[in-house]
């Protein structure tokens, strides 16, 4: 092979031989049923011309698309790690997109779902609920959903996984009340979500079961994030009669009730004792540590993402809807109420 010649690919050896790329490539790749004229003949211009391998691009990987609500604190990291965990061992890519609901413009995520649709495994949509437009959109490109901590009722043939929110909400208040406390405050989620809706009516049924009135002055709307968890706090703490219980309904409206029990000169939990639900990685380490209701998100997630493989499969599921179970974590955030 001269210094000005330039390798040829299989095509080119091919088209110089008079035989089939087929050929040259058994030639190549030393296999045996090749006439010993045609294996000379090839093995000469790949001795005088050299051979260039064409590189092969690679094959995409399948991806697994998980849209957000909203990108905000812990949650989804350990919805994201719940989703690897399955992904890894089926070699498929992970794509993390945002519903951006306060954007009036067309949401971005769900075109580029439907431009990856070709590698597509399919969408996880996580604590949202999908508009008919888009679910409609989806399923006509035959485009798997499964939604994880459904915002609101999934409604018949969409598959979804949640959590014990109802049991979560009761077990909160059950440990306050065996604690002796008789004032307990509750800070709702946004009033469309379905799991704090759950997470109320746990708490009603708790205070029932125990021959406690519910006091509506105790019930204050939040919104699942620590400013709403901030100001309903202080709402409920400067009655004439407050509260000597809250439980948050989540674990950021829980540090919200610490920020507002510090701005009253309040000691948790020797004048107020605090539950949250979540129990997010980063509230163990909270200023005291927090009781809290374990919620197993990335357990939760891996479910998910197991029953999307299954629907891109093409096979039926076992159930459409899965429900975990939730778990209290009793650390240092309650005590009995103060005599």
Known sequence: MTAESTPLTLAQLAELAGVSTATVSKVVNGRAEVSPETRAAVEALIRRHGYRRQRR????????????????????????????????????????????????????????????????????????????????????????????????????????????????????????????????????????????????????????????????????????????????????????DPPTAIFATNDGQAIGVYHAAHRLGLRVPDDLSVVGFDDLPSVRWALPPLTTIRQPLAGMAAAATTMLLTLAQGEPLPQSRIELATELVVRESTAAPAR
């Open 57 to 240: 691009r690679p094959a995409p990987a399948a991806v697994v698309e998980v849209v957000f609500h909203a990108l905000e604190g812990d949650y989804p990291v350990e919805i994201i790690k719940g989703v690897e965990q399955v992904a890894r061992e089926h070699q498929l890519t992970v794509a993390v997109s945002e519903l951006h609901r306060r954007d009036p413009a067309e949401q971005g995520w769900l075109e580029g779902v439907l431009r990856r649709r070709p590698t597509g495994v399919g969408v996880i949509a996580v604590f949202s609920s999908l508009d008919e437009t888009q679910r409609e959109r989806l399923a006509r490109r035959e485009i798997p959903l499964v939604l994880l901590d459904p915002a609101d009722d999934p409604g018949r043939g969409i598959p979804s996984v949640s959590a014990g929110n109802w049991n979560g909400g009761l077990a909160a208040t059950r440990h306050l009340l065996e604690l002796g406390h008789r004032r307990i405050g509750v800070i709702t989620g946004p009033g469309y979500a379905l799991s704090g809706r759950a997470r109320l009516d746990g708490y009603r049924t708790a205070l029932d079961m125990a021959g406690v009135p519910v006091d509506p002055d105790l019930v204050a709307c939040g919104s699942f994030l620590i400013e709403g968890g901030l100001a309903a706090a202080q709402r409920l703490l400067r009655l004439p």
